[in-house]
């Protein structure tokens, strides 16, 4: 991955043909965070609009086909535009935070980030419902999301940060080992010696430059 530049960022959506988002955090709060990348020098933006915002979370499963449907249907456009600009606004608000963390420990964590994060968890609003457990031998109780507002599509990204501020092993909450590569990940590896946003992308350009020193040195 190169470094990034300063030219607007271009849609995923609208790239031929669409890209699709770079799932490669193990962690649903660091996915979202690698929702915006720079894989070829050119910044690239997966959530630049309401609609593009409804395709993540459907990307992610957080929502499937009706609910995505529903949701374009009856929350107006421009809500759902206001919310996807929040919801970068919170990504690059989080990707801070994670610096702070990462730099200082926990103690880094102002009340105004517990209150920043807290405001938008308190949008959430959904429904008990008691259904056939999946093996049809029984019953269990499903909460499920109403999705009444925009700001509800944010309270499940939310959720997945303070998962990572409250439970979240911090040396396992790693940047690439790339340093143009801006792509998180949550270190799931049994050996937790992951380096790479993905082998065949940093992972292999970087094998192919120690192989090209190699073989320099050699010459
Ligand atoms: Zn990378």
Redesign the pocket.
Known sequence: ?NAPTHSPPQRASEMSPPLAPFLVGDHLALDFLNTTASPRGAAIEWIATGRDLVGWLRSVDLLDDRDAESIGSRIPAADLDTAASEAIALREWFRGVLARIKQSGRAALLPDDLARLNKVLAHEASVTALEPSPDGHGLRMVNHPIWRSAGELLVPIAAAMADVLAEGEMSLVRR???PA?T?WFYDRTKGHRRR???PS??GNRAKVAAFRVRKRLKA
């Open positions: 991955m690439c080992e790339n590569c792509l790479w946003c993905s992308m940093c």
